[in-house]
Structures are given as structure tokens and as C-alpha cells.
């Protein structure tokens, strides 16, 4: 079993950027493909980016691709997030997820949750 925390939500303002990082203890890293999601208040959580295992591919949704940069380093343990041109939309409680499967799109494929970082962008 794997633990998550995450770190370096905050409050910023439109066009800012921050940085995510998701450290985990327990296991090793290498054995899970890791990714973000993201919740807003009163909607569903849902997928933002995922890498693989060795940091090759990535997969971004459409509303963050280009201004999100997903990246892991297996040796830290650690993932991250890169978020820049950060827009009101953007506000939400970001959480670090993985899967010891070969897809991460959707919360159901998930099987280890952070506790999650609040990301609040003003205009």
C-alpha cells in the first residue's frame, strides 16, 4: 500500500503559476501509474493528468493541456504537477492518485487517493 500527500496548493492569481507535488511513502512509486484530478465545489471530481511508470507518456485533459505539465521522479518518490496561466476555472482540491492498472482516467480506475491540495485562482 502506498500513502500520498500532497503540497503546494494555494491562492494565486489569474496567469500565476504553482507547482504540485505529491510525495509518497510506503512503496515505491515505479509500481503505480500516477496522476492528478481535480474537484470544484458541487461538481465531480475528475481527471486532469497522468504519467506511466517510467515518465515517457503522459495524458492530459483537454482543459489543461499546454498549461499543465505532469512529471514523476521515481528516485523521490515524489510526482508533480506544473500548472501555469492559471485561470478561476482552474479552483478546485487537486488529489495526487494512483493505479496498478494501465489506465488512469477516471476516478474508478484509481486505487490510492491523497488527501488533496486546495488550488483557489482570483480574477
Known amino acids: 500500500q502506498v500513502q500520498l500527500v500532497e503540497s503546494g496548493g494555494g491562492l494565486v492569481q489569474a496567469g500565476a503559476s504553482l507547482r504540485l507535488s505529491c510525495a509518497a511513502a510506503g512503496r515505491t512509486i515505479s509500481t503505480y501509474r500516477m496522476g492528478w484530478f481535480r474537484q470544484a465545489p458541487g461538481l465531480e471530481r475528475e481527471f486532469v493528468a497522468a504519467?506511466?511508470?517510467?515518465?515517457?507518456?503522459?495524458a492530459y485533459a483537454d482543459s489543461v493541456k499546454g498549461r499543465f505539465t505532469i512529471s514523476r521522479d521515481n528516485a523521490k518518490n515524489t510526482v508533480y504537477l506544473e500548472m501555469a496561466s492559471l485561470i478561476p476555472e482552474d479552483t478546485a482540491v487537486y488529489y495526487c492518485?494512483?493505479?496498478?492498472?494501465?489506465?488512469?482516467?477516471?476516478?474508478?480506475?484509481?486505487?490510492?487517493w491523497g488527501q488533496g491540495t486546495q488550488v483557489t485562482v482570483s480574477t
Open positions: 504519467v506511466n511508470r517510467n515518465g515517457g507518456s503522459t
Open positions: 492518485a494512483a493505479t496498478v492498472g494501465w489506465r488512469l482516467q477516471t476516478p474508478l480506475e484509481v486505487n490510492y
